[in-house]
C-alpha cells in the first residue's frame, strides 16, 4: 500500500511559527540519534534555531494562552453524552503538565541558548558561508573531537531546556490535526477552492495523497477561503498545474 503524503499550509501567523518550531524539533531529534561529528554540528545549528524563533517575546505567553484555551474548551465538552472520558482525560492530563512546565519557566524560551558564550560565539559566525570551520572556530573545532558521549552530554543539556516549549507544541498541534475527520475530495483540472466559516476559526489546512502520483500541493488562503493547486513534477523543468482530476484527502483543522 502507498503511503500519502500530507501538506499542511497554517492560516494564522501562530501555527507558522509552530509548525517552523516543530520541524526545528524533529531535525534536532533525529540528530542527537548519531554519535558523529557531522550529527553533532547539525544538532547545534538545530539548537541555535530553535532559540532564535523562541526569542519572540511573546511565544511563551501565546503557548500558555493557548493551552489554557483547549484546557477550557474540552473540560466544556467532558460532561457530553457519549464522550470518551478516559481519552479525554488523558489529553487534559497531557494538557495540564505542558501548561504548568511553560508556567514553571521563568526565564524566555531558549534564554540559556541564546547566552552561553560558547553557543554565542558559533551564532555569531553561522550567518557567514563555511564561518564555522576550524580557524574560524578552534574553540568549536575542538569540542567536535571530544568523545561521542561528552558531545551528546552538552546537547542534551541544551536541549533540556528547551522541553517546556517541544512538549507544548506537540500537544497542541496533535489535537489541531485530529480535530476534525478528513473528506475526501476531488480537484477539478488540478485545482479546489473552498471558502472558510470566519465564525469557527481554521488553523491548518492538510491535504493528502498518494506520494506515487508525482503531484505536491500548492496552497494559498485566509481566513475567507484557500485555494489548492496540484502541480505536475513529472517534467521538472517545466512545472505546470495538473490538467487531470485529483482525488484527495482534506482536513480543515478549526479546534
Known amino acids: 500500500m502507498v503511503q ?10 501562530r501555527n507558522r511559527t509552530l509548525l517552523r518550531l516543530e520541524h526545528l524539533f524533529l531535525l534536532l531529534q533525529f ?5 558523529s561529528k557531522a550529527a ?12 532564535q524563533v523562541l526569542g519572540r517575546a511573546d511565544i511563551k505567553s501565546e503557548l500558555i494562552k493557548e493551552l489554557e484555551r483547549q484546557i477550557k474548551t474540552l473540560s466544556v465538552i467532558r460532561d457530553t453524552p457519549g464522550i470518551d472520558l478516559s481519552h479525554l482525560d488523558a489529553i487534559l492530563k497531557k494538557l495540564t503538565y505542558a501548561h504548568k512546565m511553560l508556567y514553571q519557566t521563568h526565564s524566555q524560551l531558549g534564554k540559556e541558548i541564546r547566552e552561553d558564550e560558547f553557543m554565542k560565539s558559533i551564532n555569531q559566525r553561522s550567518s557567514i558561508p563555511g564561518g564555522s570551520c576550524a580557524f574560524d572556530l578552534p ?8 568523545p561521542a558521549e561528552q558531545r551528546k552530554k552538552d546537547i542534551q543539556k541544551w536541549r533540556k531546556t528547551l522541553l517546556p ?7 497542541l498541534l496533535k489535537l489541531i490535526r485530529e480535530s476534525i475527520t478528513p473528506s475526501n ?12 466559516d470566519t465564525q469557527s476559526p481554521v488553523q491548518i489546512i492538510r491535504v493528502s495523497l498518494p506520494c506515487d502520483l508525482a503531484i505536491y500541493a500548492e496552497i494559498s488562503g485566509s481566513k475567507h477561503l484557500f485555494n489548492i493547486s ?21 482536513t480543515v483543522c478549526t479546534l
Not at 516549549?165 to 500537544?171: F, H, K, P, Q
Not at 475530495?185 to 472558510?196: I, N
Open 4 to 13: 500519502p503524503i500530507t501538506f499542511e499550509y497554517p492560516i494564522n501567523e
Open 139 to 146: 574553540r568549536y573545532h575542538l569540542w567536535l573531537h571530544q
Open 185 to 196: 475530495e476531488t480537484a477539478k483540472e488540478g485545482f479546489f477552492r473552498q471558502s472558510l
Open 165 to 171: 516549549a517541544s512538549n507544548a507544541i506537540a500537544i
Open 31 to 35: 540528530h542527537t540519534r548519531s554519535e
Open 230 to 250: 496540484f502541480m505536475d513534477k513529472t517534467n521538472p523543468a517545466h512545472i505546470i498545474q495538473t490538467k487531470n482530476d485529483i482525488n484527495f484527502q482534506l
Open 40 to 51: 553533532s554540528r547539525s544538532c547545534i545549528t538545530h539548537l541555535l534555531e530553535i532559540s
